[in-house]
RNA sequence: GCCGGUGUGGCGGAAUGGCAGACGCAUGGGACUUAAAAUCCCAAGUCAGCAAUGGCGUGUGGGUUCGAGUCCCACCACCGGCACCA
């Protein structure tokens, strides 16, 4: 077959009939199967694209063919760094190249052969689009989600200008290498704290990978604990500290502020203040890595001032410490030496006696620091409790006395969006002198990214460079006023694309409620595991939100979700330019065409794992591929005379019902390798028959389409170019997919191993079915000389597996 | 350090606690052919043996079980995530 030639006739005829048009009528059976989109960052799709892609269509073309109305959508993640990275490097304007890379990858993307709708095609860059991403945020804004506080961004004093995180990796600017420090900004945040909680409960109940749910449970990171207030000695400063060890209270060696704490300034001693002020200084300029090491020294000075232990009345002195994180808790902790692996160290450092609190329920364990739970000591009228008691006892008892509560922690940060760049969506809000913060009305949206703008880097904004966006009345009272010259983080934009996918054209709304309420959630979504903190929270995030604003009915929007791995180049490693590993699908694709690509992506590897490209495996899918079209073709030539169904008749048939079974599991679990190899039994056995098989019946033939059937969601053109030869009414994948029999799957006799101690000593041919004492019986007969007139003490029976004798 | 995952022939990879290595690649052999390619068929974990056959085998060491790649305990290596979260 020339599959340059059938590809391009198909997918003509394909586009032509409208082939796969979404029809709205059938939403009552729609299955929404979404992949996701594409980052046109680079101008080609690349392995790891079609990897996503290719075996994400075959799922859909699966899904279509068993009944179901198949809402496959395909877009473009447009905006964010790379583009403007580009355009400053090369002159060339962000929209120009997005929009000839957009192009480029729709074209390869029509090729690869797959059942997108395009009439629902999204590109987020696009005014129609980001109008409703800017009316997101205002909603938002409105609902109290949307706030503005200082942040520190990364900052190059050399390049003069913001670095994103990815520039600013290891505390070095990407240009020009020099050290990365931090400037506060007021920036917007969106407050994905508030839904912390049914975040992190939610996911219990998601069909997703286990180890997807477990990032996503540790990113949100709740920890019950509570709050304990010291008084401070000789002022009336309450001083709170967050603890999950309350139990542990009364052997507080010392309490430690976080440097950037206002309570430092206030507590610090005339005679500390010198000292203090140069610790805050050192620690303020320590860089992102030294920060993030945990292997790094702790280090810390006194405040001079000493903080009143509620429970006991001690007094313990207050320290600085950098270790002590000021945007967690209440930026103060407790230390107890005693029990704490890190406290016990640094009370060592400062000379801080130590004193036990907590006791091994067994007494067995009498070292420190002594960091599980146990039973309390030296601790008043708690001793002899349980830790797990005691937390709570001795919060509920501050609790009353107004010195404490429980307190639940999240480490889930508020989600900061603004980004000082110029290639995303602008932020739609007005400052004015007079009336602060003020939203753009909603109907004056979108508010428009200003074409040209100077967006190479001089420390500013580059939207606050151009005068004519910059300046603005305020809605409110009409004065002059600015607009926020920061852009959208482009996560917001991709946290709510698969809820305008269905409604992609709507001018009046971002969708229209009643109608995405039912096509979503989506059924399916496939995508890199990458994403599992960021898109997928994120998603989550403005799903709820929205749900609670009354946008839409349902509280999840990806219900089932599936990872493909990683293409490796050939030596192992993740591919990239700077190792020189990069394989490009292009020229295989040339030489076999997208069918044999894709099945061989899918036969090769595990889907969820992927591993290392294999250049050999391409050839033996051909070969595959042309061994299906010669018999099918062969024996849709042949005339069957009415040859009785004998032996060979039942056992192919058997075959091909157990291949149907075999084969629509695995789809259905994206075992896309296993779904092949069984396709290639089929195929072996199909073989057999027509070597076999003197007088063919013409179940052969029924055999042989249904192997045209099973294969098309893998080779779309290449079936479809099939069904055609067959003289079948087009298209295959309006063909329902097989189905198969039970019965026809059980075979009338089937081999047993026979093992004698759990070793393999020899094989019986049983009737299936056959009883108990008839099977041991032959197993006995067929090991008996081994058995060497040893008595049998116990026989096992598997059944359809083995007979385990044991003498 | 914490959380999660992976470890199986020469290679990619299969195996609801039940014959380890399905399917394929590479390899060897045969058929067809004047010949080669293509195709079709067969063999093949490894060690010893002419062979029948036997021993050993799923990262390592233990354990549970009639039976363990699979379950439990301890450890090693690699990969991913988090990284002073009190």
């Known amino acids: 077959m020339d599959y340059k030639q059938i590809e391009s006739k198909w997918q003509r005829i394909w586009a032509e009939t409208g082939l796969y048009k979404f029809d709205k009528e059938k939403v009552d059976k729609k299955f929404y199967c979404l992949e996701m989109f594409s980052y046109p960052s680079g101008a080609k799709l690349h392995a790891g694209h079609w990897y996503n892609y290719g075996p994400a269509d075959t799922f859909a073309r699966f899904k279509r063919m068993q009944g179901f109305e198949v809402f496959h959508p395909m877009g ?96 070095v600017c990407e240009r020009c290498g020099s050290q990365v ?23 219990d109940k998601l069909d997703w990978p286990e180890k997807t749910k477990a990032m996503q449970k540790n990113w949100i990171g709740r920890s019950y604990g509570g709050e304990i207030e010291f008084a401070v000695k000789g002022t009336d400063v309450k001083l709170r500290v967050f603890t999950t060890r309350a139990d542990t209270v009364f052997g507080v060696t010392y309490v430690v502020l976080a440097p950037e704490s206002p309570l430092v300034d206030i ?55 950098d270790y002590v994180i000021a945007s967690y808790g209440t930026g103060a902790v407790m230390g107890v030496a005693a029990h704490d692996e890190r406290d016990f160290v640094f009370a060592q450092k400062l000379g801080l006696p130590v004193e036990r609190v907590i006791k091994s329920k067994d007494g067995s364990d009498d070292t420190l620091p002594y960091t599980e739970y146990g039973v309390l000591v030296n601790s008043g009228e708690f001793d002899g409790m349980t830790s797990e008691d005691a937390k709570l006892a001795i919060l509920k008892k501050l609790e009353k006395e107004g010195k404490g509560c429980l307190k639940t922690n ?77 852009t959208l983080d482009t996560f917001v934009c991709s946290s709510w694309y698969y809820l305008r996918y ?26 890199g595991a990458e994403h599992a903190c960021m898109h997928l929270l994120y998603a989550r995030f403005f799903t709820k939100a929205l749900r609670d604003m009354g946008y839409l009915h349902f509280d999840e929007p990806f219900l089932s979700l599936v990872h493909q791995g990683t293409i490796l180049g050939p030596d192992g490693n993740k591919m990239s330019k700077s190792r020189g590993n990069v394989v490009s699908p292009d020229d295989s694709i040339v030489k076999f065409g997208a069918d044999v690509f894709r099945v061989y992506l899918m036969f090769g590897f595990n889907y969820v794992e992927g591993g290392p490209w294999n250049e050999s495996g391409l050839e033996s899918v051909n070969r595959f591929f042309e061994r299906v079209e010669r018999i099918v073709k062969k024996c ?55 070597a076999g098989v003197e007088k063919k019946h013409a179940i052969y033939k029924e055999c042989a389409k249904d192997l045209v059937l099973l294969f098309a969601p893998f080779a779309p053109h290449f079936c479809e170019e099939l069904w055609e030869v067959l003289g079948e009414k087009y298209s295959v994948f309006n063909q329902p997919y097989p189905t198969y029999d039970e019965k026809a799957t059980i075979l009338d006799e089937i081999e047993l191993a026979v093992q004698i101690n759990s070793k393999l000593r020899g094989r019986i041919m049983v009737a299936n079915g056959a009883p108990k004492e008839d099977v041991e019986k032959a197993a006995v007969a067929e090991v008996a000389a081994q058995l060497d007139g040893k008595p049998v003490k116990k026989i096992i029976i598997v059944p359809k597996r083995l007979v385990n004798i044991i003498v």
């Open 76 to 171: 473009f993640d447009a905006f964010g760094l790379p583009a403007e990275n580009y355009a400053i490097k090369t002159g060339i304007h962000p929209e120009e190249s997005t929009l000839k890379n957009i192009e480029t990858m729709e074209g390869q993307l029509r090729r690869i052969g797959a059942t997108y709708d395009w009439d629902y095609e999204l590109k987020t860059c696009t005014p129609e689009y980001y109008k409703w991403t800017q009316w997101m945020f205002l909603q938002l804004f409105k609902h109290g989600l949307a706030y503005q506080k200082d942040a520190p961004v990364n900052w190059c004093p050399s390049c003069n200008t913001v670095l994103a995180n990815e520039q600013a990796q290891g505390g």
């Open 181 to 203: 420090t931090h400037k506060n900004l007021n920036q917007w945040f969106f407050k994905i704290t508030q839904y912390a909680d049914e975040l992190l409960d939610g996911i």
């Open 267 to 321: 507590l610090t001693t005339a005679e500390q203040k010198a000292a203090v002020e140069d610790y805050k200084e050192r620690s303020a300029a320590a860089t992102e890595i030294e920060r993030m090491s945990s292997t790094r020294e702790k280090t810390g000075v006194p405040t001079g001032a000493y903080a009143i232990n509620p429970v006991n009345g001690r007094e313990v002195p207050v320290l600085v410490a």
């Open 410 to 486: 999240y480490r889930l940060r508020d989600w900061l969006v603004s980004r000082q760049r110029y290639w995303g969506a602008p932020i739609p809000i007005i400052h004015c002198e007079h009336c602060g913060a003020v939203p753009v009305p909603e109907e004056d949206l979108p508010v428009r990214l200003p074409h040209n703008v100077n967006f190479t880097p001089d420390g500013e904004s580059p939207l606050k460079k151009c005068d004519e966006f910059m300046n603005t009345v305020c809605p409110v009272c009409g004065r002059p006023a600015k607009r926020d010259a920061d």
């Open 502 to 527: 269905p409604d992609s054209k709507n001018a009046d709304k971002p969708f229209d409620t009643e109608w995405i309420d039912k096509v979503l959630p989506v059924d399916k979504y496939i995508g």
């Open 636 to 690: 849709f030539a042949m005339s069957f005379e009415d040859a009785p169904i004998g032996k060979s008749e039942k056992e192919l048939n058997r075959v091909r019902h157990n291949t149907i079974k075999s084969v629509t599991n695995d789809l259905a679990t994206f075992s896309f390798n296993t779904a092949i190899a069984r396709l290639m039994e089929y195929v072996n056995a199909i073989y057999a028959y027509e």
